[in-house]
């Protein structure tokens, strides 16, 4: 392991420019957001920008997701040519379109599909196999040490858990106490997910579940600084401001200016989110069609903000 902090995959948000920014930051790994073996054979062209990685990335988790354990085979010899560190499956997608035909937490009923898959791969790749998964399907069937162990019997070298079932999706509470009933249960390294969004909570999850590491998911969108160590009130304006250019800069030069800017405005509310602007001002951040025009506005609004005494709050 190479920190105790990673990204998590997130479809849409953890692409090349937020995962180098995140890696540079201190995230461990970088995990790809997760792409269909299917298109991995039919639909190239629409993976492998999602796949492209810069060295400095390195150790790089490519993510699969399928049903069907000789697709994913098929897709990941595919892979193979562009050279990841780590090939990891994803069992944990709750989305209908995904877990409804099986694949992603659709995998968590079929745990002899699971061993099939970890083993083909395992004893295919010479690289490390590793699994995404979730609890279980639903509070009725929480299998998650089941699935932990077969991953791990199976050669799986690694597991991250996301607390939550399928069914939950994104709500309530994450179950910390599994995470730590499968950290005991298995002897590959587990990484603890789910609703981490300070450094205090982090710290909580490591010593309540002794797990290796944490995935931060939702809390490092618009706080990539929680790789540094660093919680969100402890970042000021200025390295705010710094921080939105750069990440800017890295969305045009791999996405094109105009593509660039229209999808780095989802990390613009996240962003700004600590700060007290007024909502015409969040608009107009919103809808700037040039960097040029979006800098300018930026710098207006904390040229304005570092005039008021509320800069105070924000300064660490
Ligand atoms: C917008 C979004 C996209 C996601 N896409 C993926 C994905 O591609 N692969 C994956 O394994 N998990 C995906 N997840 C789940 C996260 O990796 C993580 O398990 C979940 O958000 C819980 O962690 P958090 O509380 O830190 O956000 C996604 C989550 C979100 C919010």
Not at 34 to 60: G, K, Q, T, Y
Not at 156 to 183: C, D, F, M
Not at 226 to 249: N, T, W, Y
Request: proline share 4%; with cysteine; glycine share 8%.
């Amino acid at each position: 392991m190479y920190g105790d902090a990673i990204l998590a995959p997130m479809d849409g948000y953890s692409d090349q420019p937020f995962r180098g920014l995140a890696r540079q930051l201190g995230s461990a790994i970088s995990y790809t957001e997760f792409v269909n073996a299917m298109d991995v054979l039919n639909r190239p062209d629409l993976i492998l920008p999602r796949l492209a990685f810069e060295e400095s990335e390195r150790p790089v988790a490519f993510q699969l997701y399928d049903d069907d354990p000789a697709r994913l085979l098929q897709a990941a010899e595919t892979l193979m040519a562009y050279q990841p560190d780590i090939l990891d499956i994803n069992m944990g997608c709750s989305a209908k379109s995904v877990a409804a035909r099986g694949a992603g937490a659709g995998l968590l009923r079929t745990p002899e599909k699971v061993a099939m898959i970890i083993r083909q791969l395992s004893d295919e790749f010479d690289l490390p196999v590793t699994a995404k998964i979730r609890l279980g399907w639903d509070d009725d069937s929480l299998n998650y040490l089941e699935i932990a162990k077969t991953v791990s019997d199976n050669g799986g070298a690694l597991i991250a858990v996301h607390g939550r079932t399928k069914v939950q999706a994104y709500g309530g509470r994450a179950n910390w106490r599994a995470i730590a009933e499968i950290k005991a249960a298995v002897s590959i390294p587990v990484i603890g997910n789910g609703d981490i969004h300070t450094i205090a909570d982090k710290q909580r999850m490591l010593a309540q579940t002794r797990c290796d590491a944490v995935m931060i998911g939702r809390g490092a969108i618009g706080n990539p600084w929680i790789f540094a160590g660093k919680d969100r009130h402890q970042v000021s304006h200025d390295q705010v401001r710094e921080m939105m250019l750069v990440h800017l800069g890295r969305m045009q030069d791999f996405y094109g200016l105009e593509e660039g800017l229209k999808l780095f405005r989802k990390h613009v509310t996240r962003y700004v989110s600590l700060s007290p602007l007024k909502k015409a001002q969040r608009t107009q951040l919103l809808t700037c069609t040039t960097a040029e025009s979006f800098t300018r506005f930026l710098d207006q609004l904390y040229f304005n903000h570092r005039m008021t005494p509320k800069e105070e709050v924000y300064v660490s």
